[in-house]
């Protein structure tokens, strides 16, 4: 093909392919077909999903299990509006996110002459739960509107982008060749010298430091562990963070800062060091934690420095750059790890003795998870009751493995999510949880589970015959259980009618042996959990 004859829906796929994009979920539509023109020979794996809410998820969750941007195409109108909720999802959760769409004819746009997926201003419904969200008004546009995503990605927070591209302008012959035109900002940095060397000192002088861990430090592993070492400093982390250190490191206080345990351990801290994490109520369960030392914070984005939690000191930079020059200036220490690993034990112990009887039932069901999930495997869950409980119950053992929709909490995503997290390697199985009411959400993503799938992912349906959650917080309002006691189809039937491997046991020791048996097993594994079997 001469290139001068390229259309600009085909050199934008080409200019993403150079990018390093590998897959895009989507369904092709009347409005996107220029973008499918562009898909064969480009390189890039495309994904039939089965609405387009399932295509913005696969895209989360595989930028959350492979730390690169998830792509998604989709539609004008309908189809931007169906995949907002997986975009204000991963905004919530600072995942990095590209959703390409299309747009009506340049000429029609705000007119409102009725046309075919018409919408009064598409780009003002993305903007406020995006980095950006811009309208490529002709070809020329796309490379600068695309390297100003991958800033985003590689310099900024890491939040989605959205482009929409007019019809005519996907449809039009491009008066150059850009597809090649691929531009990478030079990284987020660290903090001046001076800033690093006033943190190393407070951090040294402090009687009983203590670590916060996000999302943003998730590829900052080696370092925290180096600094939680040499400050005998128990190391916390949101959600986001799970598995930065592994499970049986000494030190190691998990995602435990939404239970009570955690609230009075934090609150002995005299320096707290929160690193790449928002300090959000969605993980801590608390409108405000019992912090009372001093906070030091690192960040790639300045405006947390003085939001819920002003700081004693603002390090703007990338984490693991930004620790690693804490590390540098931190003076030689001798620290006794003891009192420090024993407060830690006794924060464990007092979780597991501390359980309620429904979140005493979930840690039984979450050991028989732990006795027999694969060391490489990945855990995608839902907004359910078990997931919750396993949130801060559960120890990841590695980073990148547990996927939660913490920020914005929508229902849906587990399985989805977990369906895209298989895209992002060629080794890893996955476990999804996800409960009856939030499966019912996005079910029918088992279609592409199953077509595309051929290494194991296991479904546990956990069947409480309720939307739990919701009955409970009723209750507890004194509130009269309204809408929340649905009638379920057969779950296994439906399984079955997709295409999964069913499994229904009836107790853990089954359940654990069915478990194991959908890690051995290429495909989908469908195992539906009632809570009657264990309760």
Known sequence: ???????????????LANYGVETVFGIPGVHTLELYRGLPGSGIRHVLTRHEQGAGFMADGYARVSGKPGVCFVITGPGVTNVATPIGQAYADSVPMLVISSVNHTASLGKG????HETQDQRAMTAPITAFSAVALQGDDLPELIARAWAVFDSERPRPVHISVPLDVLAASVSRDWSGEVVRR??????????????????????????IAGGGALHAAEQLQQLSTRLAAPLFTSV??????????????GASLCVEPGWQLISQADVVLAVGTEMADTDF????????????????????FNDFYPCAIALQGDARQTLDGLLEHLPALQRDPAQASAAVA??????????????ATHQAILDRIAAVLPDDAFISSDMTQLAYTGNYAFASRAPRSWLHPTGYGTLGYGLPAGIGGMFASDHRPGLVLVGDGGFLYTAQELATAV??????????????????????????????PVGVLPRNPDFI?????????????????????????GFATPGVTFIELKHTCVC
């Open 1 to 15: 093909m001469n290139d001068l004859t390229l259309t600009a829906g085909q050199a934008l796929v080409r200019l």
């Open 113 to 116: 002459w009725g046309c075919l």
């Open 346 to 359: 006794t924060l464990r112990q007092a979780i597991r003795n501390g359980h309620a009887p429904l979140q």
């Open 186 to 211: 030079p990284g987020r940095g660290q903090p001046c010298r001076e800033t690093l060397e006033q943190a190393a000192l407070k951090l040294a002088a402090a009687q009983r430091p203590m670590i």
């Open 285 to 304: 369960w608390r409108e405000r934690l019992p912090i009372r030392g001093e906070l030091l914070r690192v960040d790639i984005d300045p405006r947390k």
């Open 240 to 253: 986001a963070g799970k598995g930065l250190l592994p499970p049986d490191a000494p030190l190691n206080a």
């Open 493 to 517: 039937g439906l399984a079955r009618a997709f295409g999964c491997t069913v499994h229904q046991p009836r107790d853990l020791d089954a359940l654990q042996a069915d478990l194991a048996s």
């Open 451 to 480: 077509e595309e799938l051929h290494r194991p992912l296991v479904v546990l349906l956990w069947n409480n015959d309720a939307l739990g959650q919701i009955r409970d917080d009723m209750l507890g309002l004194d509130i009269e």
